[in-house]
Structures are given as structure tokens and as C-alpha cells.
């Protein structure tokens, strides 16, 4: 009896003083996203092409945020085949020029409220992939893609499978940390064909 | 001539050795960036603008309240951010010297906050001043207010912040600051969120950066990674910002504040 009131003296006492919860990623719910996007759409404001609606998250950044990236198969699944279908492929051949989409590979300009507005965007490829030999400076976040077309293949299904990826790497994987860089209009077709060149054409330094 | 070998021994034995090298030439750079940086000129301007009459009031800041009391600047920054009961809100330096502006001096807040991040050629009053402010607290350990429920409030804030994706682009802080060991080009990612990655970071800005030959604040650090997120522009010293600059000093908290720092 005695035992338990201190138990709960104690609880209370730990309650006030509990340490805050550092280095832990937070569990967030509807309603702490809500909160957040509430705060962003108080606290930022429009610069240039960086407009206001970019605080609001689809059903794909929602679902991420709610599962901390991990969402289970049954609510990932149909999610990256609705991603998939809006993927739009264009008629005839998916490569470009690969010489085109190696400068396209290296800038990281496009979307930022710095950037000259209707002037073309990079994909930043390499902020975050190893691709030719010939660049030493090259990001890690994502795998490195080092003769990706001599080890994978470029036949047709590998084109549409690049071509894909880059358009909407959500397709393929909910949370993944690559932007969908057709899906967001950073990039135009064309410049997705020239990146799948980039990748599997066997001219391409990134195969040789 | 002796520690050339030995450094070359311990090339040879720790591989791969090109890495090893790589870093060892970074930590070098690092070392000479730092003993001829040029923080010390910024301390004094900071100083002497510290000490300007300006304003409709024409008085100066000499007064203003960073917590510690009227006009005491020893480790003041290291206890920041924190809630000042006399304006109820949770405060980082820059919010607080801006309050103090308003307030003291009488200036207006579009005139005090037209140009809060300056360049090159001319730095801002800001900048000048979170370098003179910040070089006050070296040596005092990082202690950000943990107490109040509006500071606790700001650091879970602060929190979620960090990890909410949203924009063009779907990043969150933890995109790129989210997994150790990771780099953009050939940038080292601190992950934030850990004490032991924040700790160092948060005990070293504001800083200078060589490779622009910029003084940088924090409420700078966090404006331009929002930039990168392709995200729109944060107001500055809002209180999602100040969240923010809660939830990494408060995750970097302990080690003593050895800034202004000197950046690649």
C-alpha cells in the first residue's frame, strides 16, 4: 500500500523532470502533422518559384511521415502502383543524349527560390550517387551507379526501368530519399531520356 | 621529416590508404583554415557595433538582455536558446538581439530586419554581432534552456520538424542528415539528430566560412538548408525556426562552446 503511493509519488516527480527525448525520432501522428504543416504555413513564406503549397504533403510524404519511412507492405504496395501508373512514358525510344544528360547529371540547380524561374533544372545526380569514374566528387546518400548500364543490361525493360526510376523513384519504393524528379516537372521527358542514356548507353562514361 | 613517415606508416597499415589520406588532408586544411581565420575582426566589429548609439532612442545595445542579465554577454550564448519571461517566448540570439532593437533602441522591425544576412563584401550588423556575443561563451559548456514547458514545447517541435518531408523534392533535415557515415559530393553529413554528430556542430556556429569568406549565423544555417529542401523561405526568427535551433542545440548539448568556428 505504503509501496505503491511512493511508486506513484516517484512516477509523478519522474513525470515533471523526465528528460527530453534526444536523439530519438519522434512517433508522429495525423494530428502532429497537421501541427507542423500549421507552423510551416505560419512561419515561411513565398520566395520566387518556392511557393506556399509546397508545405502541403501528398498521400506519399503523409504516409512516410506517419510510418517514419517504414511503411508495411500492405500500405506501401498499392500506394507505389498508383505512383507507377501516373508515370508517363514517352513513345518511341527512352535514350537520349547521353552527353546532354551527364551535364544534367552534375547540376544541382532546379526548384530552389534562387533559381532563375523557367530556366532548366539538373538532377543533381551526383550530390548523391557515384556514376562516371572520371567525377571524384561524388555524394553517398544514395548506391552508386558505376557502370550501371555494362552490368545491368540496356535492353528495353532496363530502359523503362531507369526511365521509371528517375521519373518517380516513389514508384518503386514508397520512401525512398530520391526525389521524383519527372513526377515533380523538375525535369522534361527529354531530359530523362538523356539521363537513361547517361546510365545505359555503352558510349557513356559512366560504362566505360 | 619524422612524421611524414610516420604518417605514411599509418597510411600503409590502416586501409584502404586513399581514404585515410583523403581525411588526413581535410583534417590538415581544417587546421590551417582555423589558425588564420579572420573571426577575430569580426568580434571586434561586433564589438564596436554593440556598443553603437543607433536608433530613434540613440542608445546602444549595452543593455539588452541576453539572460543573464542587462548587459552580461559572459556565456550568455551557451544558455541560448531559452524562454524570457519578460516576452514569454522561446529565443535564440538573433530573436533576442532583434527584441532588443525594437525595444531599446526603437527601430522598426522592417528597418532591423531589411538586411539580416549580409556577404562578402559587407556583412550584416547580425552576423557582426553573433560573432562578438558568441565568442563570450567560450569555454562554457552548451546549455540550452530544458526547463520551461515552452522551451521543452520548442525542442519537441523542433523535433518534428526535422523529420517532416514535404516539398517538390520530399525532404526532411534527415534526407541528407539521417544516416551516418553519408555525404553530399564530398560534404561529410552530420546526423543531426544524435548528440554525438550534433555536439561539435552546435559548439562551433555561428562560423565563418572560408570557401565564401562569409561570417554565417545559425538562423543562416537553417534558412539555406530550407533552400536546398527546395522548400519555401522560413521567416526569420520565427518560431519554427527557433524550434529548430532548440531541437539541435538541445540534441548537441554539454560540450563547451569553443566558436566563433572556421568552416570549409
Known amino acids: ?67 517514419a519511412d517504414s511503411p508495411p507492405p500492405e500500405v506501401a504496395k498499392p500506394l507505389e502502383a498508383a505512383q507507377l501508373k501516373a508515370v508517363r512514358y514517352p513513345a518511341g525510344s527512352l535514350l537520349g543524349d547521353w552527353k546532354r544528360g551527364q551535364r544534367i547529371a552534375q547540376s544541382g540547380r532546379g526548384m530552389q527560390w534562387n533559381d532563375k524561374p523557367g530556366a532548366p533544372a539538373g538532377g543533381s545526380c551526383y550530390n548523391c550517387h557515384e556514376l562516371s569514374p572520371q567525377e571524384a566528387s561524388f555524394g553517398t546518400v544514395g548506391p552508386s551507379l558505376k557502370a550501371f548500364g555494362r552490368t545491368r543490361g540496356n535492353g528495353p525493360d532496363m530502359q523503362k526501368y531507369v526511365y521509371g526510376k528517375i521519373y518517380n523513384a516513389k514508384a518503386f519504393n514508397l520512401c525512398s530519399n530520391m526525389p521524383r524528379l519527372g513526377h515533380s516537372r523538375t525535369l522534361t521527358e527529354q531530359q530523362i531520356k538523356d539521363l537513361t542514356a547517361y546510365l545505359l548507353d555503352p558510349a557513356s562514361p559512366v560504362n566505360r | 621529416m619524422r612524421t611524414v613517415t610516420f604518417g605514411a606508416v599509418l597510411a600503409l597499415t590502416f586501409a584502404p590508404a586513399y581514404a585515410q589520406d583523403a581525411k588526413k588532408e581535410i583534417q590538415k586544411y581544417q587546421q590551417m583554415i582555423t589558425e588564420g581565420s579572420p573571426v577575430e575582426l569580426y568580434e571586434l566589429e561586433g564589438e564596436d557595433l554593440w556598443k553603437k548609439r543607433q536608433g530613434p532612442k540613440n542608445v546602444s545595445l549595452e543593455q539588452c538582455d541576453l539572460g543573464m542579465g542587462p ?40 528597418e532591423a530586419t531589411k538586411r539580416v544576412f549580409g556577404n562578402a563584401d559587407r556583412p550584416s550588423e547580425m552576423e557582426y554581432l553573433s560573432a562578438y556575443i558568441a565568442g563570450q561563451s567560450r569555454g562554457v559548456p552548451v546549455s540550452p534552456g530544458m526547463e520551461h514547458p515552452k522551451e521543452r514545447a520548442a525542442f519537441e517541435l523542433g523535433r518534428k520538424l526535422f523529420f517532416n518531408r514535404a516539398g517538390p523534392w520530399d525532404f526532411s533535415c534527415a534526407s541528407c542528415h539521417g544516416e551516418e557515415g553519408k555525404r553530399i559530393r564530398m560534404q561529410d553529413l552530420p546526423v543531426l539528430s544524435t548528440p554525438q554528430a550534433a555536439r561539435p556542430v552546435v559548439a562551433t556556429w555561428p562560423a565563418y566560412r572560408v570557401s565564401n569568406s562569409q561570417f554565417k549565423t545559425m538562423q543562416w544555417r537553417i534558412n539555406d538548408c530550407y533552400r536546398q529542401m527546395r522548400m519555401p523561405e522560413p521567416t526569420f526568427v520565427s518560431e519554427a525556426t527557433i524550434a529548430m535551433n532548440m531541437f539541435l542545440t538541445v540534441t548537441g548539448n554539454s560540450e563547451p562552446y569553443r566558436g566563433p568556428g572556421t568552416k570549409r
Open chain 1, 1 to 67: 500500500m505504503t509501496k505503491s503511493v511512493l511508486l506513484g509519488v516517484a512516477a509523478l516527480l519522474g513525470a515533471c523532470a523526465a528528460p527530453l527525448p534526444i536523439g530519438e525520432r519522434p512517433r508522429v501522428n495525423g494530428d502532429d502533422i497537421d501541427q507542423v504543416t500549421a507552423v510551416l504555413k505560419r512561419d515561411f513564406h513565398v520566395r520566387g518559384a518556392a511557393k506556399m503549397d509546397r508545405v502541403e504533403q501528398d498521400v506519399v510524404q503523409r504516409t512516410c511521415n506517419l510510418y
Open chain 2, 71 to 110: 548587459g552580461r554577454l559572459k556565456g550568455a550564448y551557451a544558455h541560448l536558446p531559452r524562454h524570457f519571461p519578460d516576452t514569454d517566448r522561446v529565443m535564440d540570439l538573433e530573436a533576442r538581439l532583434l527584441h532588443c532593437m525594437l525595444t531599446l533602441q526603437g527601430r522598426d522591425l522592417k
